[in-house]
């Protein structure tokens, strides 16, 4: 039988009761926007079986503003007395009485949660509770998603965001599985693969293990936030947060599409460390900085073929890691760049676009609006955070 700790507990009951709250708060909602459309609904028969004498007087002054052949015919037709005859109105079609209450329901209808559920390639047949993430994009896409109550722990290099009360279980090198399997949680994810030893030892324990893969480009991001709303919430939530979230980015960037069509657009390199490692056109953060810069082909897979190839392209922007400094990158040779000559040089948290999300895109946003100035307009402006 698994033992649950009383923290454990205490979390579970907590989140009940959270969910009992919010199923009540969207039923008396529900009833009132009901009642609401009812209202309106019976408003609107009545008014149509008795026409107004406001109506009546809107209609005669509008025929006395924009005067026509057939309100001279309707004119000439007044009898000696003074009195006119009245034109035959044609009736208005009744709409049914609960026509508007049926579109509601259907409109309100919600997504089932549905189980088995595909995660990171294997089948889940019913909900997790409760999820610990070694992988800082893991824990930035749970923190973003509807899973995010479900997270217990991270490791050192995770962002909690704010949510301090997050225990800390090592390092995605070396994780503190003693403190993993104390905690119990239904499923641990990984994306620095474990040791043999120490993944034998965690699933004996009952702790369902998922490694992700590093994503190559937004469809595969796509799918991270898929398997991660799956975990908790089954495969139709999960799905339907995913094209959410896609749409979400897209947008976005498809503006700046818009925005830099025709453009000259500069040549950028974005520096992850001293070693060579870059945003090349093959990976997501290349694909991603494409949308607002042109992205030279000099290596693959985050390599460059040599320093001396990139230098050799004369970035006009560079984006680079804040853990590197002015003098290494004129260590480098990049001291004398176009980028550098300009003031065209950023310096970020590079883990950002690691875990690439919203706040990933916000920033390249920030540095397109500085680099081009007026090209760009809102709403496509975003600032930089």
Do not use: W
């Not at 609904?41 to 026409?51: A, I, M, Q, Y």
């Not at 909690?160 to 279980?169: Q, S, Y």
């Not at 000099?298 to 320093?307: Q, V, W």
């Amino acid at each position: 039988m698994k033992y649950v700790s009383p923290q454990t507990e205490k979390r579970k009951q907590l989140r009940k009761k959270r969910r009992k709250q919010q199923m009540l708060i969207c039923a008396v909602l529900l009833v009132i926007i009901l009642i609401a459309a009812a209202i309106v609904t019976l408003t609107s028969v009545f008014r149509d079986d008795t026409p107004s004498s406001e109506t009546e007087s809107i209609s005669s002054s509008q025929q006395e503003e924009f005067p026509s052949e057939e309100n001279e015919e309707i004119s000439s037709t007044e009898k000696e007395d003074g009195t006119e005859e009245n034109a035959e109105k044609p009736k208005k079609k009744k709409k049914p009485l609960f026509s508007g209450i049926k579109s509601l329901f259907s409109k309100t209808e919600p997504i089932p949660v549905t189980f088995p559920a595909t995660v990171f390639g294997r089948t889940v047949e019913v909900e997790m509770n409760e999820i610990i993430s070694l992988s800082p994009l893991a824990t930035e896409v749970i923190l973003s998603s509807p899973s995010q109550d479900a997270l217990v722990a991270v490791s050192d290099y995770c962002n909690k965001r704010g949510n301090d009360e997050l225990m800390t279980v090592g390092t995605p090198l070396i994780p503190d599985v003693d403190k993993i399997i104390q905690l119990k949680p239904d499923c641990l994810i990984v994306q620095t693969p474990l040791s043999e030893s120490d993944k034998a030892e965690i699933e004996e324990n009952g702790i369902t293990v998922f490694e992700l893969g590093y994503p190559e480009n937004l469809d595969g991001l796509k799918e991270i936030y898929r398997s991660v709303t799956a975990i908790t919430h089954g495969a139709d939530i999960a799905t339907f947060e995913s094209e959410r979230v896609a749409a979400d980015i897209s947008e976005k960037l498809n503006l700046y599409t818009l925005a830099l069509d025709g453009q000259n657009k500069l040549n950028a390199v974005m520096l992850f460390s001293i070693y060579g490692m870059v945003a090349t056109p093959d990976t997501m953060e290349g694909e991603l900085l494409e949308y607002f810069f042109d992205v030279k082909d000099f290596g693959k897979n985050y390599m460059a073929e040599s320093i001396e190839a990139v230098v050799a392209t004369n970035p006009e922007v560079l984006i680079v890691s804040d853990k590197i400094s002015e003098e290494q990158l004129a260590e480098m040779g990049l001291g004398e760049t176009d980028a550098v000559a300009n003031g065209r040089v950023f310096y970020v948290d590079i883990q950002q676009f690691e875990n690439l999300s919203i706040k990933s895109i916000k920033t390249l946003s920030g540095i397109a609006n500085r680099v081009y100035g007026s090209v760009i307009k809102p709403p496509v402006i975003e600032k930089e955070e």
